[in-house]
């Protein structure tokens, strides 16, 4: 009877908690234009997001893939067979109020820019070139020292950090003005910057704009764009494994400024099938001597991924996933001493069309072993697109529900996802999805769903 009696106290108490924090979220209402800026809108994940809006608007593009305007979501018991959309449940941004704004150290319009960019068919583009020729990018803030193999001239002339971010902040503002601009959303698409560590210019804000001012080599472009973005009141999430706005100052920024951030490193081709195959290995206890990654590509990323330094900050962010889906530390006769290699080869024959192959060594009952191969022919801009819509969506959607800092539940988006301190992050791609709709659930006042179930049988 005593155990029953703290079972119920602590389901009040867990009640009354979250009671409490949905007093907290109110959501208003998506009034106006949603803002969307975009380091790097030049690139083929910006042109290929870009022209399939506005597809969309001319009334013949399918946003495929985008959770936000295609998923549905379950609300309350199976037997109630209530699956809105999540559009329908929630009030969400109008992709029709989408306006865009960038820079990129190219400087060919958005037409011009997605027909080098490859991806899309000539046709498609041309139907839209009136709209994407209006869509050009703002010099960009850029150091050589961070992207080796980027060879772009159209680069702001100021050198001082600080200012540079003043800078952004100015155009942003000014874009805000001219195009009558409700909210913004930032999303970096930026290419991968070097892998470097957080030091003590990145501990808190003082520190961090200071460091501008000194133009402190610790400080790389991602970076002074976060800070304009937060300083604007604009949400932002990292589409590139660099190290960008998971920096102490920064998130402090965002929590003191009531902006919502995420990150990092959009998770599409090779890492998604890992975040998906992992979690039914483990689930099904079978053991890994060894997972063996290799990818072709072609395009801007392929090229900026050729440099050593820059390919080591996006292989960090590949190899993490694994350790924390199996964790050795708990399962040690299955995954203790498995063996995870990544590569990734610049091939500019393939473009943007990547090739993924995965070798993966497991073993079974009696220590039999068995092998998994993989060769996923895939599209990287076509799988970052619709998860770059997603992104904007529901960021705008923390943002007018006053949440702000780290948006795990963002996490189903990201190769590395952001979390608070001390906690470990979710790569179990079915657990990310569950955590995104249970926010989605809790948002829209609605119960979270657990699947026990066992209320069907022994009600």
Not at 88 to 99: K, P
């Amino acid at each position: 009877m005593e155990r029953e009696k703290l079972e119920e106290v602590n389901s009040s108490l867990k009640d009354r908690s979250l009671e409490k924090m949905k007093k907290k979220f109110k959501i208003s209402k998506p009034k106006g234009k949603l803002g969307v800026l975009i380091p790097g809108i030049g690139g083929a994940v910006s042109t290929t997001f870009i022209a399939g809006i506005e597809s969309y608007k001319q009334g013949s593009g399918k946003l495929f893939g985008s959770l936000s305007q295609m998923g549905t979501i379950r609300i309350g018991k199976r037997t109630e067979k209530n699956t809105p959309y999540i559009k329908d449940l929630i009030s969400l941004a109008n992709v029709e109020d989408l306006e865009f704004f960038g820079w990129d150290v190219y400087p060919q319009d958005c037409y011009k820019a997605t027909v080098k960019a490859g991806v899309l068919d000539r046709t498609l583009i041309d139907n839209l070139k009136d709209k994407l020729e209006r869509i050009k990018p703002n010099k960009a803030v850029f150091n050589k020292k961070f992207a080796e193999n980027l060879t772009g001239k159209n680069i702001k002339k100021e050198k001082n950090y600080f200012k540079l971010a003043l800078e952004l902040i100015a155009e942003i503002k000014a874009f805000k003005k001219e195009k009558n601009i409700d909210r913004l959303v930032m999303i970096w698409c930026g290419s991968t910057e070097i892998f470097f560590k957080k030091g003590k210019i990145h501990e808190s804000i003082k520190s961090f704009e200071d460091a501008l001012r000194k133009n402190h080599k610790g400080i790389s472009p991602s970076m002074i764009y976060a800070y304009a973005a937060i300083k604007c009141g604009a949400a932002y999430a990292n589409g590139a494994p660099n190290l960008s706005v998971d920096i102490p100052a920064l998130e402090k920024l965002s929590k003191k400024n009531n902006v919502p951030i995420a990150g990092k490193d959009f998770k599409t081709g090779q890492t998604l099938m890992k975040t998906i195959l992992a979690p039914g290995i483990k689930s099904r206890l079978l053991g890994l001597n060894g997972w063996f990654s290799t990818n072709i590509l072609g395009n801007r990323d392929g090229e900026v991924l050729d440099n050593p330094k820059n390919f080591k900050t996006k292989e960090e962010s590949k190899l993490s996933v694994l350790e924390h889906i199996f964790q050795p530390e708990i399962n040690q006769e299955l995954y203790g001493d498995f063996y995870h290699k990544v590569r990734i080869n610049y091939y500019p024959p393939r473009g943007d069309q990547k090739e993924a192959w995965d070798n993966i060594d497991i073993f079974g009952w009696l220590g039999y072993e068995m092998q998994i191969k993989v060769n996923f022919l895939c599209r990287d801009s076509i799988l970052a697109a619709p998860i770059v819509l997603d992104l904007i969506i529901f960021m705008d959607l923390a943002q007018r529900a006053g949440m702000y800092g780290i948006q795990e539940w963002m996490s189903f988006y990201f190769k590395s996802p952001m979390v608070g301190e001390n906690l470990y992050p979710e790569h179990d791609v079915f657990v990310q999805s569950m955590k995104l709709k249970n926010t989605l659930r809790f948002l829209a006042g609605e119960k979270n769903i657990d699947h026990l179930g066992l209320d069907y049988y022994y009600e």
